[in-house]
């Protein structure tokens, strides 16, 4: 595995960008229009659903970026038309990022407040629209963060969650182009980890990249060290994603504190591979890991590992090998919630901007419009740049 990729040159540098779609997120024109933007912005990875639609969708905004680099450029933005990873996630269980809200409106009073419309972030939940056509949750909006089900006054909403079936999943998902992969897990399924490791592994030679994600639980470490032993030898990059605080990056500076957290107790183990939060991860977070000494400093060795046991974590692989970090520090940072929630006052303008052509309505694509475009950029940028920021000088 090469480490010429630009993506890999990120994570050797310590400021890898990472962009979360959303696990059980298929709402195509956002996919589409979040890749555009983010990828134009800097993004070295975009992360999506399993779902070959969802797939063409991130593709296609792919490929759109790369065609307006010049463009970029002119505007100011350092993107120089290279293609971030882009990497699918798939679960081995029960994950709340697979699942989706549902309810039956029908159920609901007529006097009812709605709390939970108005604190969806994804904007899912509807009420007698006119563009929807009906009243609940719009499938393919709804990416799973639960915060409507504490807030129903009526206790009617509950979720529905999906797990990957290893052997219909790979083929359908391996073979569409992709370059990377995420599984989410938890401590205690390494039998069920296995599984759906056996059934990818036909492909794993084509990955450039192999992130496990994995929430904090009793001995976190020690499963993480059985599930490199599981995948070992593994030749190329590895990130171990510490999902501090799970979709919740959008609530407030707080959420960030668990995702930093975690990232120390990672680093402290000494795992093979990058280290790169996600979990409550926002505008603040990369001030904190500076302020921690959690980041690399341009051209320098690395930060010196901050509170919590972090100083000295090293990696047992080579430095100069891909999957391997030279210094004890987080080597990036996937954002989710709050990347999405950023933009999506632009993409709700889209959304509701609508062209005629011989009476039949399409959605307006985000580069058919040149200001929202730029202007989601524009928002994009403001999040990537601060951790790009840690090289520049």
């Known amino acids: 595995m090469t480490d010429l990729f630009v993506p890999l040159q990120s994570l050797k540098q310590g400021d890898w960008f990472k962009l979360i779609c959303g696990a059980s997120f298929q709402h195509l ?10 990828t134009l912005a ?40 290279n293609l971030p990873f882009l990497m699918v996630s798939l679960n081995d269980g029960e994950d709340p990022h697979f699942r989706k809200a549902e309810f039956n409106p029908h159920e609901c009073p007529t006097d009812c407040p709605r709390p939970c419309e108005r604190i969806c972030p994804a904007q899912a939940i509807v009420f007698d629209s006119i563009k929807e056509h009906f009243s609940g949750v719009v499938s393919e909006k709804c990416y799973g963060c639960g915060r409507c089900i504490p807030v129903c006054p009526y206790s009617i909403i ?8 290893p052997g219909a999943i790979a083929p359908l998902v391996m073979s569409t ?22 059934a990818i592994s036909p492909w794993v ?12 639980g009793e001995g976190m470490t020690d499963y993480l060290r059985a599930l490199y032993d599981l995948i070992a030898p593994f030749n190329s990059a590895l990130i171990w994603q510490t999902d501090g605080r799970p979709m919740s990056g959008d609530i407030g500076d707080g959420t960030t504190i668990a995702a930093v957290k975690l990232g120390q107790k990672v680093l402290a183990a000494k795992l093979p591979g990058y280290v790169q939060l996600a979990g409550g991860t926002n505008k603040y977070t990369v001030a904190k890991l500076k302020a921690m000494g959690l980041l690399k400093e341009a051209g320098g060795a690395g930060g010196a590992g901050g509170a919590g046991g972090a100083r000295g ?12 970090p030279s210094s004890p520090s987080i080597s990036g940072v996937a954002y989710g919630s709050y990347a999405r929630v950023l933009l999506s006052p632009i993409l709700e303008q889209l959304e509701n901007k ?21 202007q989601a950029v524009e928002l994009a940028h403001s999040l990537v740049s601060q951790i790009k920021s840690q090289q520049e000088g």
């Open 158 to 165: 509950y979720t529905a969650s999906s797990v990957t079936t």
């Open 29 to 38: 024109p956002a996919v589409r229009s979040l890749t555009l933007a983010y």
């Open 354 to 374: 609508e062209v005629s052509n011989t009476n039949i309505k399409a959605t307006v694509r985000l580069e058919e419009d040149e200001v929202l475009l730029w």
């Open 313 to 324: 974590a090293t990696t047992s692989s080579s430095p100069s090998s891909p999957s391997s």
């Open 205 to 216: 030679d084509q990955l450039k990249l192999l992130a496990i994600s994995c929430p904090d």
């Open 42 to 81: 800097g993004a070295d990875c975009i992360d999506v659903a399993a779902d070959p639609a969802v797939i063409a969708a991130a593709q296609s905004g792919l490929l759109v970026a790369k065609s307006l680099a010049r463009d970029a450029q002119k505007r100011g933005f350092d993107y120089k038309g």
């Open 177 to 198: 182009g992709i370059d990377a992969v995420e599984i989410h897990t938890k401590v205690g399924r390494l039998a069920e980890f296995e599984r759906l490791w056996q």
